[in-house]
């Protein structure tokens, strides 16, 4: 009552030729794990690219500014929300404007986060631009109130390809600056 | 032969060949799950020694990887491309696990459950890859450090730029800390309770691979290891993108991905692939036939049944019906896969038993009770012709073999070989037919999963109930076929004729003027 395997190769199958085949299918499986290990490489950036990124926080300007209650106003609210002034929390979307060389790059626009939009809002986007030297321009609006940008800034910028260059804001030190990484 | 659709085709043909060169033993095929089980290991292993060497600052990481690689090569290099690359086996082997339940059918009806939970714990192998790539802080680490952040931070719940950390210079050690706390500890916690969760409906699990197959495995990846040394790339630089990197496919293939969608595209697409993955075993439904039901009028509470169940479907319980028997069985219908190997353990599925009655046994199929199946038998019997008189048992999850049908052969299919009782040999032989020839699912598979195995110890005297010795063995063949193997057995079943004629014609020159009885 012996079993056979399910394909036999007969008298001819001996164990060197098994363990041959054992060898080879090892082989082959330890190729496709070195394989897809490394390749095929994959490619971030194309030949002579650098990248400009555009990463800041920044808590934009109220919609409305703050203003007096009128006498009338404060008499529909219960007595105890009479407060003499209303401040309404929502803020401005944030607009963004990054030009290279005058050529607009990214125009990003972003509500203010928060269930009552009174968050500060997150930038983070990164473009990829050739290497060399270029005009670098960006303009903010971050206040619905005024007509045009409320923040510009602009910078002479040499890029090594592959070189990052981080463009960063602070509303208390004027506006935007180029961030310049602490040497590890 | 019925349709075979061709994915099964080419996993049987690869199975095939795994057989040739492995056996049914060492099958690689046979034993995925326990292969992903020994590359844990060899990943566990090595990654308690990186870590003595591993510094989890910062500032020191990439240069204790350097160290390892470079300055002791020999030992923590090895066993950092050793934990490398049994970690990309590791996925390799978990992707063919995958590959062959599904071509197999093996992932719908009563086994949604494994296949459900198979899917999220794929994702925590990956995600344990993808901390221990950020570990190395390299440019590829920082690649994956960003790129993960630009996917969290594109989580409704996230409002803070986690991405803006990579570029602005004040990371501090703590997120870095918390990634090695993730990868050494909390991940692999977190996975060794999804592994348990995944088999917590099967009995039986293997977890140890044959010790060939382990060491032709370690073997493999130590010669791998050797011949090209995991190594890193150049130290993580926040000033830099780096143009090209060589990606690890196996666990980073999702970040390419936002190069060309969204991070919330990314996320829909992701999960809309894994969701579809978990409701596959609804695409469509496979209906499980009907459990097993307990027959205590026939129960002698042996629990032969509850221990050869291969899904934890039956528990034993204190006798309820005042028999002088201490224990009964009980079927627990949910977990029933209704693969009757109850019916074929069961000392009461005796068709020697009950002779001029309905046969009746402890633990039966209600749609295919022992007693049809002794019918069966006593009809093949009478309507069988000639001098090799063959009855062929298999099941209905291998080689469809009803085609083989003729004068003198007759077939009866089971819902798995394991539902047949050594009796039923035994019985069939006395009876009078020739010989008895049983197929089923290739030795080390089968699709009850232990269907085989157990009817191998039933007939080897290890495991009740036995195949008794005045069973003649020469009259009984075991030839077994998956559905591709259609020609194998029709070659089988004509020698196993001749075998049969040379056996009758001594039997007859023995004993002059007496029949075969
Ligand atoms: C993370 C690594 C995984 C490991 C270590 C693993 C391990 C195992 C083991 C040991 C078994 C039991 C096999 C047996 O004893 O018959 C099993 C069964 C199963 N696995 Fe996995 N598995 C993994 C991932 C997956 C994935 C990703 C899927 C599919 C999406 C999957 C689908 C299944 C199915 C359908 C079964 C049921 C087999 C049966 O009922 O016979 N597994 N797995």
Redesign the interface.
């Known amino acids: 009552?012996k079993?056979?395997?399910?394909?036999s190769?007969g008298k001819l199958?001996n164990k060197v030729l098994?363990y041959t085949?054992?060898v080879?299918?090892?082989?082959l499986?330890?190729a496709?794990?070195?394989y897809?290990?490394?390749?095929p490489?994959?490619?971030?950036?194309?030949?002579g690219?650098?990248?400009v990124?555009l990463?800041?926080?920044h808590a934009a300007e109220l919609r409305e500014a703050c203003r007096r209650m009128s006498q009338e106003e404060l008499l529909k609210l219960p007595p105890n929300m009479r407060l003499p002034t209303s401040c309404p929390r929502e803020r401005s979307p944030v607009t963004v404007e990054l030009f290279l060389d005058k050529k607009l790059m990214t125009r990003q626009v972003v509500e203010a986060?928060?269930l009552h939009q009174d968050?500060g809002i997150?930038?983070?986007h990164?473009i990829k631009v050739p290497a060399g030297d270029h005009k670098l321009r960006v303009s903010m609006n971050d206040d619905v109130k005024v007509e045009g940008p409320t923040y510009r800034f602009e910078k002479d910028i040499t890029l090594q390809?592959?070189?990052?260059v981080?463009v960063?804001f602070n509303a208390n030190s004027g506006g935007f600056y180029i961030?310049i990484?602490?040497k590890? | 032969m019925s349709y075979i659709n061709p994915i099964k085709r080419v996993y049987l043909a690869i199975e095939?060949w795994?057989?040739?060169?492995?056996?049914?033993a060492w099958n690689?095929l046979y034993n995925l799950g326990t292969l992903a089980f020994f590359f844990f290991w060899v990943v566990l292993i090595s990654g308690l020694y990186l870590f003595i060497f591993f510094d989890t600052s910062l500032s020191g990481a990439y240069a204790s990887v350097e160290y390892m690689t470079h300055d002791q090569w020999y030992a923590a290099g090895v066993m950092r491309s050793l934990h490398?690359?049994a970690s990309?086996?590791a996925i390799?082997t978990i992707m063919l696990h995958m590959f062959r339940e599904f071509a197999l059918d093996r992932y719908r009806g009563f086994r949604w459950f494994s296949w459900f939970t198979g899917v999220p714990t794929l994702w925590m192998v990956i995600t344990l890859g993808i901390t221990g790539y950020w570990l190395v802080w390299d440019e590829l680490g920082l690649?994956v450090a960003m790129l993960s952040s630009?996917l969290v931070?594109a989580l409704p719940f996230m409002?803070?730029?986690m991405?803006?950390n990579f570029?602005?210079?004040q990371l501090t050690d703590r997120f870095f800390t918390l990634m090695a706390f993730l990868h050494l500890l909390g991940q692999p916690l977190f996975l060794v309770f999804a592994i348990w969760i995944h088999v917590k409906r099967l009995s039986f699990v293997e977890i140890t691979a044959p010790i060939g197959l382990s060491m032709?495995?370690f073997?493999?990846?130590l010669?791998?290891s050797l011949a090209?040394p995991?190594v890193s790339h150049g130290?993580a630089?926040?000033?830099?993108?780096?143009?090209?990197?060589?990606?690890?496919?196996?666990y980073l293939a999702v970040y390419?991905l936002l190069?060309y969608f969204t991070a919330g595209q990314t996320w829909m697409i992701t999960l809309g692939i894994t969701f579809f993955m978990m409701i596959m075993p609804w695409l469509p439904p496979k209906k499980t036939g009907h459990a097993a039901e307990v027959h205590l009028d026939h129960c002698n509470g042996c629990e032969q049944c509850a221990d050869d169940c291969p899904f934890d479907a039956i528990s034993v319980q204190a006798r309820t019906d005042g028999a002088r028997y201490e224990n009964e069985v009980v079927v627990h219908p949910n977990l029933c896969a209704a693969c009757g190997i109850c019916v074929g353990s069961c000392p009461s599925s005796n068709p020697f038993r009950q002779k001029n009655e309905q046969l009746e046994t402890g633990i039966d199929m209600p749609q295919f009770p022992i007693n049809d199946i002794r019918e069966r038998i006593n009809k093949a019997v009478s309507e069988l012709l000639g001098d090799t008189r063959i009855i062929v048992i298999g099941c209905d999850n291998a080689l469809d073999f009803a085609g083989l049908e003729s004068s003198d052969i007759k077939v009866l299919s089971l819902y798995c070989i394991g539902m047949m009782p050594p009796t039923i040999v035994e019985y069939a032989l006395q009876k009078g037919v020739d010989g008895v020839l049983i197929t089923g699912c290739?030795?080390g598979d089968c699709y009850y999963r232990y269907g085989n195995k157990w009817m191998d110890q039933r007939?080897d005297g290890s495991r009740r109930p036995i195949l008794r010795g005045r069973a003649d063995?020469?009259r009984?063949?075991?030839?077994?076929?998956?559905e591709t193997?259609c020609k194998?057995l029709r070659s089988?079943v004509a020698d196993f004729r001749k075998q049969l004629q040379k056996l009758n014609e001594a039997e007859t020159s023995n004993q002059p003027g007496q029949a075969h009885e």
């Open positions: 009552m079993q056979k395997p399910v394909i190769l199958m098994r085949l054992q080879f299918n090892y082989t499986f330890m496709i794990v070195w897809f290990s490394i390749q490489p994959y490619r971030q950036l194309e030949e690219q650098a990248v990124t990463s800041f926080s986060p928060g968050q997150d930038m983070f990164r390809p592959e070189e990052q981080l960063d961030n990484l602490p590890r | 095939a795994f057989n040739l060169s492995f056996g049914s690689p490398r690359y990309d086996a390799v690649y630009q931070d409002n803070s730029a991405a803006r570029v602005g210079g032709g495995s073997i493999a990846l010669a791998l090209a995991a130290p630089d926040m000033e830099k993108v780096t143009a090209v990197l060589n990606l690890d496919w196996f390419p190069d290739r030795t007939f063995r020469d009984i063949k075991v030839f077994r076929a998956a193997d194998n089988e």
